[in-house]
């Protein structure tokens, strides 16, 4: 009989890939209207318009009472947003916490994304990246991640998304209350919301140079990987692993 085709991506990866990618554009969007509402940044337990700033960004607000430079103010959408944003930050933590729990019991994260030692090296890390930015993927390493590839996702995963949850929920007075050492850590509930703006920021140029290097490896044949978890057909099975 023959053997069904091996997966490019298992389903987990798969459905995870797509959910967490809703939330993140929902928290996104969510996320600027709120940045909207007040576009100035402290450091410190407190930040108001009568406090100088630590930086601001050169855009108009969605309210009158903060100055901006602009002689308008845009649709405060505030409200809608701040609820959203909320429930798409449940949700991708759910999410995440599934995904990565199962990816720890099944072993994906070992066979799949952690490296070896022996590529642990700046020469290597330099030169995977240049090959995968100056050459066009082969059939075999379409069935595998390269070195730059799995040190992104590892920082994401582990040190990034915990980054942004963390400095999200150090805004939240129920949290700040109920652990206030952790908000400490953080210099203040300003500076948790400075920093959770620049971990943001980091987060969408990993998505931009995700879908930039997607598109540039074959976009049609990742993206059908990623929804059927199947590779272009004339793709050679991966060589097992030692």
């Known amino acids: 009989m023959a053997e069904p085709p091996r997966l490019r991506h298992g389903l987990l990866v798969r459905v995870t890939h797509w959910l967490i990618t809703l939330a993140f554009l929902a928290l996104l969007v969510t996320g600027a209207e709120i940045v909207l509402s007040h576009p100035r940044f402290y450091w410190g337990e407190v930040g108001n318009v009568n406090t100088p700033v630590l930086f601001k960004l050169p855009v108009p607000a969605s309210r009158n009472l903060v100055p901006t430079g602009y002689g308008y ?46 590529e642990m090296s700046p020469r290597k890390l330099a030169s995977s990246f240049w090959r995968h930015l100056r050459h066009r993927p082969s059939a075999q390493e379409a069935w595998s991640y390269n070195l730059v590839q799995r040190l992104s996702y590892l920082g994401v995963i582990f040190v990034l998304t915990p980054l942004v949850i963390w400095t999200g929920l150090a805004m939240s007075p129920a949290f700040v209350s109920a652990v206030p050492s952790a908000v400490n850590l953080l210099g203040g509930q300003q500076s948790a919301r400075t920093l959770h703006f620049f971990v943001s920021v980091l987060l969408v140029l990993f998505l931009l140079v995700h879908v930039f290097m997607v598109v540039l490896a074959g976009f049609w044949s990742r993206m059908r990987a990623m929804i059927t978890g199947r590779a272009a057909e004339l793709l050679p099975e991966p060589l097992e692993r030692a």
């Open 73 to 118: 103010v845009l649709p405060d959408q505030n409200g809608w947003s701040r609820y959203l944003h909320f429930q798409s930050a449940w949700f991708f933590v759910f999410v995440g916490l599934l995904y990565v729990g199962v990816a720890l019991f099944n072993g994906h994260f070992r066979r799949d994304l952690l490296p070896a030692l022996k």
